[in-house]
């Protein structure tokens, strides 16, 4: 089991920056893929960037590509996710990810967090 704590989240303006971090805890010896998905109010819940267990694959949603980045510290046991240039439509709650396969899908991944607020304010 792998348990996920995110952190960072909060209400911004647009054109501002947050850094959202998730924790892991547990069986944090096996190698672990992490992604960071959203969910706004009465969409489903949708992919937005991912990373691989050594760090040296990344993948991110179109609508965020070049303005988020995801990162790793596995001697952190932290996955995270910043965020720049953000928009109003970027407002969700994010949630974090893990699973032993790399995935850009909500189906690939079998660890969840429970999830952090972002606001961003026009």
């Known amino acids: 089991q792998v348990q996920l704590v995110e952190s960072g989240g909060g209400s911004v303006q647009a054109g501002g920056s947050l850094k959202l971090s998730c924790a892991s805890s547990?069986?944090?010896?096996?190698?672990?893929?992490k992604g960071w998905f959203r969910q706004a109010p009465g969409k489903e819940r949708e992919f937005v960037a991912a990373?691989?267990?050594?760090?040296?694959?990344?993948d991110y949603a179109g609508s965020v590509k070049g303005r988020f980045t995801i990162s790793r510290d596995n001697a952190k046991n932290t996955v995270y996710l910043q965020m720049n240039s953000l928009k109003p439509e970027d407002t969700a709650v994010y949630y974090c990810a893990a699973d032993p396969r790399y995935g850009v899908v909500t189906t690939a991944y079998s660890y969840w967090g429970q999830g952090t607020q972002v606001t961003v304010s026009s």
């Open positions: 547990g069986r944090t010896f096996s190698p672990y893929a």
């Open positions: 990373i691989s267990w050594r760090g040296d694959r990344s």
